[in-house]
């Protein structure tokens, strides 16, 4: 198949269609999920998830966290490593049940609609898992399979995705072994396109990519977002990128939401003149510091 200037356009058709269908059929069944301007995509209410650790004893990960993603939002948590920003979103795409709280994505409970949801949803985490030894084009077309999309009709598609994400075309039928860390974390961003999921989870999805390879990506979801009408919640450690990607964008220090609001919101707020320095007031720590701290912890 070859591809012109009708490509990128084409993408977001699909996509479009797909989501367009995902919604007539939840809402045939659940007619009180409708999706209106400014209704909540996403709410956590006082959500909290402890571990038992043989060194820690009980840890908490999350620690009493509320927030809310309005439809068509690009919401960044960002926070060190150690946070609780991945428990949090493990938690947002059904992978962990909340100890206490609760969590509804488009009205739907996560526990007692836990099938419509996931209907609903897709994530992206650095620690994507693939089938290694088939190509990055044979793990896409058997997870579109999953989701209802035959191969004739989602080979076609994730070909424009990955060539959007700047994916060499030579290399997508080679064994995904074969293939860099950051070329694998743009097949696993393309899956979660290709599935047209209503609200995108990404867990720190440009982590291992070079500095080109994060444009590309960020470009990607901001396009996304704006064509397809998508929401789109993000973890990430880097400020730059919280600050390019996201609308609003909350802090999580220790498990806890400390800081919430728009980049230009939280400068004010704190009299500071950049998102470093809001970090370091809400934390106490600069964020590489931060980083570093909760590395030692787990020597």
Do not use: C
């Not at 409708?34 to 650790?53: C, N, W, Y």
């Amino acid at each position: 198949m070859t591809f012109g200037p009708w490509a990128e356009p084409t993408v977001f058709w699909f996509l479009k269609k797909r989501r367009e269908n995902e919604v007539a059929t939840l809402t045939a069944t659940r007619p009180e999920v409708i999706r209106t301007p400014g209704r909540d995509a996403l709410v956590a209410e006082a959500v909290t998830k402890t571990f038992k650790s043989s060194r820690d004893g009980i840890r908490r990960a999350v620690d009493n966290v509320s927030l809310r993603v309005v439809r068509g939002e690009i919401y960044g948590l960002l926070g060190a490593n150690g946070s609780g920003k991945s428990t949090l979103i493990r938690m947002f795409s059904t992978l962990l049940t909340p100890d206490e709280g609760e969590v509804r994505v488009f009205g739907l409970d996560i526990r007692a609609d836990e099938d419509a949801v996931k209907r609903l949803i897709n994530r992206v985490s650095v620690e994507a898992s693939f089938f290694k030894k088939l190509s990055a084009m044979e793990n896409l077309v058997y997870s579109a399979r999953l989701y209802g999309v035959g191969p004739d009709e989602s080979r076609g598609k994730a070909l424009a995705i990955l060539r959007r994400l700047g994916v060499d075309m030579n290399r997508v039928d080679e064994p995904l072994e074969q293939l860099s860390r950051g070329m694998q974390q743009k097949v696993a961003i393309a899956r979660a396109f290709l599935t047209a999921p209503t609200l995108l989870l990404l867990d720190e999805p440009t982590t291992g990519l070079d500095i080109r390879s994060k444009r590309e990506v960020q470009t990607f979801v901001r396009d996304l977002r704006d064509e397809h009408d998508a929401t789109i919640l993000l973890t990430t450690h880097d400020l730059d990128e919280a600050e390019r990607l996201s609308d609003r964008i909350g802090i999580l220090h220790d498990g806890r939401l400390v800081a919430e609001g728009t980049a230009d919101e939280l400068r004010a707020r704190h009299g500071a003149t950049a998102l470093e320095d809001v970090f370091m007031s809400v934390t106490g720590r600069r964020l590489d510091e931060a980083d570093a701290a909760a590395e030692e912890k787990t020597k």
